[in-house]
């Protein structure tokens, strides 16, 4: 063709055709491999070791016998509660006497304490497969397969 046939009379203008050209994108899903994870819960005895405190008290019982006005009261020396115990005693007159004193003493002790625990503990097993061979590459859905043509 000439450029004058693509020209047309009254305008004298040269009509130049276009080209572009297309494509279609399409995706599919290969298997590659799989995987298997499972869990595995182990057992394993530990040796615990810790030190208890515990209390007892030590009761002495102190005989006094003196001769008192009032009551005296409860007091503590140090660890030690003491008790006064007070009796009237009938003389020609009445009068306290502190018969004895009950000494309460906290003593405090520790001791060494072992016990077998069991402990759990999971851990994770995990197998992996390889992919099996597909038979042949399928298209995505929505693509239609492309045939090559001769062009004579």
């Not at 693509?6 to 276009?18: G, T």
């Not at 290969?30 to 595995?40: D, K, Q």
């Not at 057992?43 to 030590?58: I, T």
């Not at 020609?92 to 060494?112: A, G, N």
């Amino acid at each position: 063709m000439t450029a004058e046939r693509n020209m047309r009379d009254d305008e004298k203008q040269v009509i130049v055709p276009l080209h572009a050209e297309e494509f279609a994108v399409a995706k599919r899903r290969i298997i590659t491999g799989r995987a298997l994870v499972s869990t595995v819960t182990r057992r394993q005895e530990e040796l615990v070791e810790e030190l208890l405190a515990h209390e007892r008290v030590e009761i002495e019982r102190t005989p006094i016998g003196k001769p008192l006005e009032h009551p005296p009261a409860i007091r503590e020396e140090g660890d030690t509660i003491i008790v006064p115990v007070v009796e009237e005693e009938l003389v020609v007159q009445r009068r306290l006497v502190l018969k004895e004193e009950i000494r309460v003493r906290r003593v405090r002790e520790t001791e060494r304490h072992q016990e077998r625990v069991t402990l759990r503990r999971q851990e994770a097993a995990i197998m992996r497969f390889p992919a099996q061979e597909p038979a042949a590459a399928e298209p995505a859905a929505g693509v239609e397969q492309q045939t090559a043509r001769k062009e004579k």
